[in-house]
């Protein structure tokens, strides 16, 4: 069936959850694994007129990317655990959404295994959902776990 399965992580409670469940699914269909983490964009910092010090944007950046090794290595363990092979993806996209659906095409991934953190309807409203979105524009099949 699945050959091939991506999964993204924001490192939250419920994504970890997913990590599991994914890594069992993957196990069970022989499949191998592509964990991805999207980075975030850089903070707009609004400073009237002030010059930013390029070192709090270096701190930033490095802090950012040391959190999202950390969460891959979740997945990386979790399959390595189980014996299914497993490589790791860090984009900084527009959205994550948005590169959860690239790195899925790229990768020649054939299911999307996702969390949703289930927020209510004017939750989602105000702060929009990623793995909506993703339904929305992924070509192949998306699971989503909740």
């Known amino acids: 069936m699945f050959k091939h399965v991506l999964l993204p992580t924001d490192g939250s409670k419920?994504?970890?959850?997913?990590?599991?469940?994914g890594v069992v699914l993957a196990k069970e269909l022989g499949a191998k694994v592509t964990a991805y983490y999207a980075l975030d964009t850089m903070p707009y910092l609004y400073t009237d007129?002030?010059?930013i010090n390029t070192s709090v944007l270096?701190?930033?950046e490095t802090r950012a990317v040391?959190?999202?090794?950390e969460y891959l290595a979740e997945i990386e363990k979790a399959a390595k655990a189980v014996g299914v092979p497993c490589?790791?993806?860090i984009t900084r996209?527009?959205?994550?959404?948005?590169?959860i659906v690239a790195v899925a095409r790229r990768?020649?991934?054939d299911v999307i295994f996702m969390a949703s953190h289930g927020r209510g309807e004017l939750a989602t409203l105000v702060l929009g959902s990623v793995t909506q979105k993703v339904l929305a524009h992924s070509k192949i099949p998306v699971l989503v776990y909740r």
């Open 49 to 51: 007129g002030y010059v």
């Open 107 to 109: 990768q020649k991934c």
């Open 93 to 99: 996209p527009a959205t994550a959404a948005e590169g």
């Open 87 to 89: 490589q790791t993806m």
């Open 14 to 21: 419920v994504a970890r959850k997913a990590i599991r469940a």
């Open 58 to 60: 270096k701190d930033y």
């Open 66 to 69: 040391e959190r999202a090794k």
